[in-house]
């Protein structure tokens, strides 16, 4: 890794008082621990050599020596090399200088620890809340160690987050926190002059559900993978997959080949339904339901398939740390290529409509624009960062699982807009097909579990990306005792790429509102990882009809 | 005779505007490789709105009188119409001016709804509902302005039997293709159903609106869309006159249903477009429907 080595070199001349050490535990895996002081700096430096952001993983290792833990992770994708930036402070003064103002993306992970761990970073642009409910008491950081997992604060009531403020001679149209465009809940504050969009505010996080936290005080290692599959709905593989990676690689452990190309095929098979699923959504959202009914067609076979394979329609439960739980046998093989063949003559009759429709043309050129610039800046991934010419692609860029062996083209256009997502999006449906007819043939022969004998020695970092279908996801985990993992951050692809949506809304139409959210394929839930679930305090009240009715009409 | 017609007009439109719907909805859901529901569940649909409770959720005589209003209107102008090519004891008592006062009045009904209802969203929908009838509405009144124009009368019967009086001229063949690609955005359906748009502003005027109001509203946008393709066939197509009313009547019941076919072809075909890029394509459908009567006068 010459790369990896010039950029040590060139770190240690510029910052040799605030880097403490470097550490390579695999080749393509930088960590740098530095001082507090230095975190700014260093930062922007990576940043500023074309080190893609990726997330910032805060943890509380008070118990150990009093400090809360920060790591700023950055990957090079050309040199194909992660670097991660750790530091550290005393809990007693928990500051830290922001990196947002250098690293705009960085902005969420920070308002995350400010809110979980308690931490403070100054300088931070927008330190407002981020995960936290409204009514979450003051002072309790649901992150820390010495906070139980099931901790239950009391509601409180008429609390309410602050929108920012509206621009003056603009007026607000609240999307959600329910709205047929959003699937999901959140909540947006569009301000609006007419019908262009002069600005907006999010309010998301609505359905926490505490996995990182659940899984770092309740589960061990080995059932992770089944709670990962369930951060998301449509990308379920990705997790898994992405989470028994780090933990593989912390561990030092090589899986089966085999079962690396099972993982491949899962992966793929995931793409090809989540981009059925992404084009059918948007052809709902701009109003042309026979594109959303025929993609969604397709995509039924593709379910009944992982059906046969599996045993589920989704959720597979196929990938566990070590390899997979289910071979392919021939009959498998067989039943896969002559589905591959249908949806990838179906998608073809698909695309030609599509390239084809004015009206589909009217509705996404120009729309949602974005530069390339604007894109690296804010560290956008997969297919929209592909739609504004950013040749990025996990799968390519760092080799995972089979994908080494595959041969594939990475679509990439620079209409900057959401057509170039369609297009990027329906090409990456035929490169699928493409990986798993490649994938079913070379795959050798072998065992599809390999079973994990020495315990995990604890206080290991690891980082993991995966491809998903909607960008790339990142996984970093900090092993740990009693066989389950000390930290471990999840970051979906909506998190960067949500983080961008305001710069593409600017200066938009409102009726173009829903189909540019669409097009980062958002999955609110993926970002709403944290939080302890806050229940009410288990007396049950049933309200009748008359009491809804009163509450739903004006007070 | 003549006063029977109107109760038969009256009759056939209530009755048949939401079969028509019907099969828009079951031939949408054959492109798109569906079941789709019974040909005659818009009836289902208006009947169980009507049992249903009327939440008032604006609490102001606006909001409680437009539905009235924009199913009164339509019924009026139904009962002015000559539906089966014959004038009805109405008919000489209006003229087409009139109609397109009472189908506006329709419209503004709509707007008064959702003004009145209070909703951002419906106040988006209306912004866009007036903005749509400005600009489509010049079309519906060249239509019959050429006629005038050709038969020099403004009575109903004269004018819309102009193309059965004067002939088939270049300018009717313009005026029908200009009518033709309006009357997407006249009946509110892709790519023009901006308005209602589900997906941005959740139906947008009608979006506090249920039970017996809501079904008013439903009933009154079927009859709308009936109406619309009833004139069509009235103004265009003046052949198959058998001279028996019954006759004629099946007839032209049959044509509509085929502009119906046309309608849910079209709609289940294209994605609903933006206002700003809609009033671009109306801009244009006015300058032809303008030329139409251009033409229309030098008597080509």
């Not at chain 1, 309740?218 to 990676?245: D, K, L, M, W």
């Not at chain 1, 701009?286 to 398939?305: K, S």
């Not at chain 2, 009507?50 to 019924?75: C, H, Q, R, Y």
């Amino acid at each position: 890794m010459k790369a990896l080595e010039q950029l040590k070199d060139e770190l240690k001349s510029k910052f040799n008082n605030d880097i403490i050490k470097f550490e390579t535990p695999i080749d393509d895996r930088l960590f740098i621990d530095v001082k507090k002081e230095g975190i700014k700096g260093i930062s922007k430096e990576i940043f500023g050599r074309g080190g893609r952001y990726l997330v910032s993983i805060g943890y509380d290792n008070i118990a150990r020596d009093n400090t809360l833990g920060m790591v700023h992770t950055f990957a090079f994708d050309k040199e194909s090399y992660f670097v991660c930036v750790r530091t550290s402070v005393p809990e007693s003064d928990p500051v830290l200088d922001s990196i947002t103002p250098d690293v705009p993306n960085a902005g969420w992970s920070e308002r995350e620890y400010m809110d979980l761990l308690g931490m403070k970073f100054t300088g931070h642009p927008k330190p407002k809340k981020l995960v936290l409910a409204d009514d979450w008491p003051e002072g309790i950081h649901p992150l820390r160690k010495d906070v139980p997992y099931n901790l239950m604060p009391p509601p409180a009531e008429n609390v309410a987050y602050q929108m920012d403020e509206c621009p003056e001679g603009c007026s607000v149209v609240p999307v959600g926190p329910f709205h047929p465009s959003l699937h999901e809940p959140n909540h947006w504050a569009i301000f609006v002059d007419g019908e262009t969009i002069k600005g907006c505010d999010y309010r998301g996080f609505m359905t926490h559900r505490g996995i990182e936290k659940l899984c770092t005080t309740q589960i061990s290692y080995n059932e992770v993978p089944f709670i990962a599959e369930r951060i998301c709905g449509i990308c379920g593989s990705v997790h898994a997959t992405a989470y028994s990676q780090a933990v593989e690689m912390a561990a030092g452990f090589k899986i089966s080949r085999r079962s690396e190309f099972i993982r491949t095929i899962m992966l793929e098979i995931e793409r090809l339904h989540s981009h059925l699923l992404w084009l059918g959504v948007a052809g709902h959202l701009i109003g042309f339901d026979t594109v959303f009914m025929q993609a969604w067609r397709i995509r039924e076979a593709i379910m009944w398939l992982c059906e046969r394979i599996t045993g589920n329609r989704k959720t597979y439960g196929m990938i566990v740390i070590g390899g997979v739980r289910r071979d392919i046998t021939p009959e498998l093989k067989e039943d896969i290529l002559n589905v591959m063949k249908k949806v990838d003559d179906e998608c073809n009759v698909v695309y030609k409509a599509i390239i084809g429709d004015t009206t589909i043309h009217k509705r996404s050129k120009g729309v949602g624009y974005m530069t390339k610039e604007e894109a690296i800046q804010w560290s956008i991934v997969g297919p929209p960062a592909r739609a504004r010419g950013v040749d990025i692609d996990a799968r390519r860029d760092h080799p995972y699982a089979a994908y080494d062996e595959m041969a594939f083209d990475v679509p990439v256009v620079d209409t900057n807009d959401v057509w170039g997502t369609v297009v990027v999006r329906v090409l990456e449906i035929f490169e699928a097909v493409k990986i798993i007819r490649q994938a079913l043939e070379l795959m050798p022969a072998g065992p599809i579990m390999t079973e994990m004998d020495e315990v995990i020695a604890p206080l290991k970092h690891a980082i993991s990306n995966v491809e998903a279908p909607r960008g790339e996801a990142v996984h970093y985990v900090i092993t740990g005792e009693e066989n389950r993992a000390d930290r471990w951050r999840v970051r979906a692809p909506t998190y960067p790429n949500l983080q961008g949506v305001p710069t593409m809304l600017l200066n938009e139409q409102f009726g173009d509102f829903p189909i540019i959210l669409g097009s980062i394929d958002p999955c609110f839930s993926c970002t709403d990882r944290v939080q302890v679930v806050n229940i009410k305090s288990g007396k049950v009240n049933v309200m009748s009809q008359r009491d809804l009715e009163k509450m739903s009409r004006r007070a | 005779m003549e006063a029977v017609y109107i109760i038969i007009n009256i009759l056939v439109f209530l009755g048949l505007a939401p079969l028509f719907e019907g099969i828009i909805r079951k031939l949408t859901a054959k492109v798109q490789s569906r079941q789709g529901p019974p040909i005659y569940q818009p009836y289902m649909d208006i009947l169980k709105l009507l049992g249903k409770e009327t939440i008032n959720s604006a609490d102001n005589w606006g909001f409680k009188v437009a539905p009235l209003m924009a199913f009164a209107s339509i019924v009026s102008v139904i009962a002015f119409f000559p539906l089966a090519n014959r004038a009805n004891l109405l008919t000489p008592y209006a003229d087409v001016i009139m109609i397109i006062y009472l189908l506006t009045l329709g419209g503004i009904a709509v707007l008064l709804g959702a003004l009145s209802s209070k909703n951002t969203y419906a106040m988006i929908g209306a912004s866009r509902e007036m903005v749509t009838m400005i600009m489509v509405e010049p079309v519906l009144a060249m239509t019959l302005i050429m006629g005038a124009v050709k038969v020099k009368s403004l009575g109903i019967d004269m004018t819309m039997f102009s193309t059965n009086y004067a002939g088939y001229g270049w300018s009717v063949v313009l005026m029908l293709v200009v009518y033709l690609m309006a009357l997407q955005a006249f009946i509110g359906r892709q790519p023009f159903d901006i308005s209602e748009a589900e997906i941005e502003i959740l139906e947008g005027p009608f979006i506090e609106y249920s039970g017996p109001n809501y079904a008013l509203f439903k009933y009154y946008m079927m009859l709308k869309q009936m109406f619309y393709a009833a004139l069509f066939v009235v103004v265009f197509i003046p052949y198959f006159n058998t001279g028996f009313y019954i006759a004629d009547l099946i007839v032209q019941i049959v044509e509509i249903g085929l502009i119906f076919v046309f309608i849910s072809v079209i709609g289940s075909t294209n994605a609903r477009l933006r206002i700003d890029q809609a009033i671009k394509f109306y801009t244009v459908l006015i300058v032809l429907s303008l030329c139409a009567v251009g033409l229309s006068v030098y008597g080509i």
